[in-house]
């Protein structure tokens, strides 16, 4: 496959520069000011550019219960691979009988199912652990999201139980593994994305939180930012198991030992091997919420106040949101949210309510419960990735 294949609309589209053909990564020779980073700037807030990391305004993101594409949080540890459809191919192999490899056309061939869910990155909130709070803490490095790295999108492929399921899983499958195709610079070598998950969870081919071999969201074909041509979902896990621009799925008896299941997305306090040994990866993201209007630090009037946000329960088969509760004086009183987005399996909620502020009201906290018990804390202890910051939501305004 040569690069003059593509037309410079095509590259133009793909921020980032990275030519895929057959499975393998090409650095493109195109300059970086003829790339628009910048794509999307007016719907989202770009952390970095290269790789491409953003997420919209919190008062953007409330509009609706599904999630625009435009508005739905993007999140890349290398520039977006252009991949060439026609030469795409999936490999499935491993701990299989039949190892095999997919092309997109057989792919849609497959029986297709269509589901709603929610993804969020486990760093959603990460730039709180850089609070006053943690004054006492080292600074947590990495990109400093807001609460937006979370968005419920419909996403449409075939299931991976059955594609599992055609490969014949083997005895002594536990784990089955996503490889992506794009090209990570990390430690002297060049890797792709990479996660895994439980055979049980990649099994499960019933309900909403079935996961998915994806090459629709929101009804069109997936754009470059969010893994085209295909890609995994995986309902009520952390975004980073659902990898993008996937190229190979290996079944294993074993945790992918890719450096972002290996040694990232874990919660330590120390990044010592040891430490990364001794925890376990992150699958199941946390209750979460968040207060999306007014922004912050907004002058308010003294008196009644319109509020709106989102509540994500945890991520359990038939867990929903119990309540949302809003105080304005630190926890001494509290008010409940209306719920008025949907409620459906492995997804957010979106809520509302009106709060009663005087002068000296300098915050307003939120705190969230779910059906499955689970409970947004106070306060969460300090990790060194700064992930699953779900504790109380905190909004400062000014008030008079």
């Known amino acids: 496959m040569n690069q003059s294949s593509f037309s410079r609309r095509t590259l133009l589209k793909t921020a980032g520069g990275i030519l895929v053909t057959g499975g393998l990564a090409h650095a493109s020779n195109l300059m970086p000011r003829d790339i628009d ?20 305004e919190l008062a953007k993101l409330v509009q609706s219960w599904q999630t625009p594409t435009e508005l739905f949080y993007v999140r890349s540890h290398a520039p977006n691979p252009t991949i060439n459809p026609k030469e795409f191919r999936l490999k499935v192999e491993g701990l299989v009988r039949q190892p095999i490899s997919l092309s997109l056309d057989e792919l849609r061939r497959l029986p297709e199912k269509t589901t709603t ?21 080292p600074k947590v490095g990495g990109v400093q999201w807001e609460g937006g790295t979370i968005g419920n999108a419909t996403w449409a492929g075939t299931l991976l139980a059955n594609v599992l399921k055609q490969a014949e899983v083997t005895e002594g499958a536990k784990h089955v593994w996503f490889e992506g195709l794009d090209r990570i610079p990390k430690n002297g070598q060049t890797i792709g994305f990479g996660g895994s ?55 294993s008896d074993r945790p992918s030992p890719n450096h972002y299941v290996a040694t990232a997305y874990k919660i330590v306090k120390k990044t010592t091997p040891l430490d990364w040994s001794e925890s376990g990866p992150i699958y199941r993201f946390p209750i979460n919420a968040a207060i999306c209007t007014p922004k912050p630090h907004t002058q308010l009037a003294a008196g009644e106040v319109e509020l709106t946000g989102y509540a994500l329960p945890s991520g359990r088969s038939g867990s929903s949101i119990k309540d949302v509760l809003i105080s304005a004086d630190e926890g001494r009183t509290w008010t409940r949210g209306e719920m008025t987005g949907k409620t459906q ?33 106070a306060r969460v202890p300090w990790n060194a990735k700064g992930y699953l910051r779900n504790s109380w939501y905190r909004l400062p305004i000014d008030a008079g």
């Open 117 to 137: 869910a929610t993804l969020t990155c486990a760093g959603n909130r990460r730039s709180e652990y850089n609070g006053p709070e943690y004054e006492d803490v």
């Open 37 to 56: 980073l910048q794509k999307n700037s007016k719907d989202l807030i770009f952390r970095s550019t290269e790789p491409r990391n953003g997420e919209p």
């Open 197 to 251: 998950i439980p055979i049980e969870k990649a099994m499960h081919d019933a309900g909403n939180g079935a996961p998915l071999l994806t090459h629709t969201m929101n009804g069109a074909a997936l754009t470059p930012d969010h893994g085209y041509p295909l890609r995994m979902v995986v309902p009520g896990y952390i975004g980073a198991r659902s990898v993008k621009w996937l190229g190979k799925i290996v079944v």
């Open 345 to 377: 399996d492995f997804c957010w909620q979106l809520w509302k309510a009106k709060v009663k502020i005087n002068p000296t009201t300098k915050t307003l906290v939120l705190r969230a419960s779910d059906s499955a018990g689970g409970f947004m804390p």
